[in-house]
């Protein structure tokens, strides 16, 4: 966790008793457990108001899939464009291949028609008010 190992830890224990002295010491012992008990009845009052909010649905709910560490933008446009159902059970005889919609009035296929279009010989259209 943050990269604190034991040794870390026992060196900044070390540092804090020296720093805090035997006397002052329990003191601060003790706040730093009440923040630890805030913190975790923090973290279970979320989790049971989410379980309280969500009813049933809540132990359904795969948190793994919902890790922002998961996220990889590649898999997650290839999934958005495939046309195959992700439900479905992919037919183990052949690999599915996902392919994109082409939209037939995109500004790319337009310009590219307009220049299949011209002749051999005939210049492009030449915009004077372009930039």
Do not use: C
């Amino acid at each position: 966790m943050f990269g604190l190992t034991f040794e870390k830890l026992l060196i900044i224990g070390v540092i804090a008793v020296f720093l805090l002295g035997p006397e002052r010491l329990p003191h601060y012992a003790a706040k730093l457990g009440q923040l630890v008990r805030s913190l975790r009845d923090l973290a279970n009052g979320a989790k049971d108001r989410m379980r309280e909010e969500m009813g049933p649905e809540f132990d359904d709910v795969d948190w793994q899939k919902l890790d922002p560490r998961q996220y990889d933008p590649r898999r997650i446009i290839r999934e958005a464009l495939s046309d195959a159902d992700p439900f479905a059970e992919p037919a183990p005889s052949r690999p599915v291949v996902a392919r994109a919609s082409v939209n037939e009035n995109s500004a790319y296929l337009q310009r590219k028609r307009q220049r299949e279009a011209l002749g051999a010989g005939e210049a492009a259209p030449f915009d004077t008010e372009a930039t």
